[in-house]
């Protein structure tokens, strides 16, 4: 029996899929604040009037811009878990280094959207607040089942928070200071939950 097709998308729909590319990008690389209605249009290559042919809000957009913004990091994320778990690392050892890996430092447009945003989330309100808090539960139970057996789950939200933070903080200091946190990040966390596999 032959596969079916996939219907094509409208026009409409690959206009917003572009306008939440875009938006997903800039959210992260300047906060909730740094993202204005026009600048989002006309980086898309769109005229500002249409932006409410696929949005009722701004929030709105913003929701669906974190959203995008988990899935692609996601994915890109256990992408990387599931090499190094090939490689034969374990998949909490997997995740911590690509979480924190050199590259992210200078990514934080295409990165993990909590190490972006998470020091503005709590002063959101309405969907976009509640979209944060999905964003946080849903890094948590990743890390939940990345911890090793025998490892407390209540771990799980002491690990979220230093992987989170030590991004934040990392990017901060930037180049090999930055790095350098990174990297002492990374033996930290494994020697402490895995130390048969630190060094």
Known sequence: MPTPRATPRSRKELTHDRIIEVAA??????GYHGVGVADIMKEAGLTHGG??????????????AMQHAARESGGALMDHVIEREAQGESRFVALVQAYLADEALDNAECGCVLAAL??????????????????????????RSALPDG????????????LIGTMQMARTLGGKAGKAMLARTR?????????????
């Open 151 to 162: 490892v407390d789950n209540a771990h799980a939200d002491a690990v979220t928070a230093t």
């Open 187 to 199: 033996e930290s966390l494994i020697s402490e939950y895995e130390p048969g596999r630190a060094g």
């Open 25 to 30: 990008r800039a959210i992260r690389r300047g």
């Open 118 to 143: 998470s020091s503005e989330m709590f002063r959101q309100e309405g969907a976009v607040r509640d979209e944060a808090r999905q964003r946080v539960i849903g890094m948590v139970n990743a890390v």
């Open 51 to 64: 932006f409410y042919a696929h949005f009722g809000s701004r929030d709105e957009m913003l929701v669906e």
